[in-house]
């Protein structure tokens, strides 16, 4: 496996970090994201370093797991007064949003303006009651890094993962969300880079304390935040 998928990333990273050493003001932009906001608040419509594309590319780990909805399950734990396993049946019946956002991968593309279908992480946090110690969420998706049993993993503070547009998403532009990305249900963070969005999502954990995810600690931000060109630690 000298050239998996995974390590063509690492190169990539590597290289992605020595050149935003050399470019600091990639770093100066301070803004809030204008996801979903038409006007974006006045700001450039692509965060610094990003380019539009028309396409929506496919990355992964090189396992692209085949979850049906009847097998599908969604576990919400950790550290909760409710810790609750969702059946495809009990997810759609939570309370369904729409919402258009930005997707912007680390490797430079965004794709805008994408209509999304599905459950606002937060109202899973509402039912399952995160403890008030609780700071940080880990996600897990179906998938593993071939040849292992390493799990996607991504982390993100709880309070970034309960605004509006995180969603665990179901549908796109009106059509159930494809396999290659990440159905039958994903989580995506509009205002993070994309890696924050757990493809394949299974499993919810909420923290006392921030746990790295597969990227974070393979050399990616913790906090990963496009209008900073916050990409790589
Ligand atoms: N489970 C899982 N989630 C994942 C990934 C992955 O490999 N596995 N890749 C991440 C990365 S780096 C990006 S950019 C987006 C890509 O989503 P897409 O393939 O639908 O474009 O999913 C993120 N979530
Ligand atoms: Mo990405």
């Known amino acids: 496996m000298a050239d998996s998928l995974v390590d063509k990333r690492l190169r990539y990273v590597e290289r992605q970090r020595a050149l935003g050493a050399e470019r ?70 939570l309370s369904q949003v729409e919402d258009t956002s930005d997707f912007h991968c680390v490797t430079a593309w965004s794709r805008m303006d994408n209509r999304w279908g599905g459950v606002r992480f937060r109202t899973l946090a509402e039912l ?37 547009d995180v969603l665990l998403v179901h549908t796109w532009e009106g059509t159930p969300l494809p396999r290659e990305h990440g159905g039958p249900c994903r989580m995506i963070t509009p205002k993070l880079y994309a890696w924050k969005g757990t493809k394949w999502i299974r499993r919810i954990e909420f923290l006392a304390t921030d746990q790295p995810g597969f990227w974070e600690v393979r050399g990616y931000s913790n906090s990963a935040e496009p209008w900073f060109e916050d990409r790589y630690a």
């Open 128 to 164: 399952a009651v995160p403890a008030p110690e609780a700071a940080f969420v880990l996600c897990t998706g179906y998938d593993c890094m071939p040849g292992t049993r390493i799990s996607y993993t991504v982390n993100l503070p709880l309070a970034r993962a309960v605004e509006d």
């Open 24 to 93: 600091p003001e990639a770093f100066a932009r301070s803004s809030p994201s204008g996801t979903g906001d038409p006007n974006r608040h006045g700001m450039p419509k692509l965060p610094a370093g990003q380019h539009q594309v028309p396409n929506w590319p496919v990355l992964d780990l090189g396992d692209v797991p085949a979850v049906s909805t009847a097998d599908w399950r969604l576990e919400v734990a950790g550290l909760c007064d409710n810790p609750v396993v969702f059946d495809w049946d009990g997810f759609m019946a």
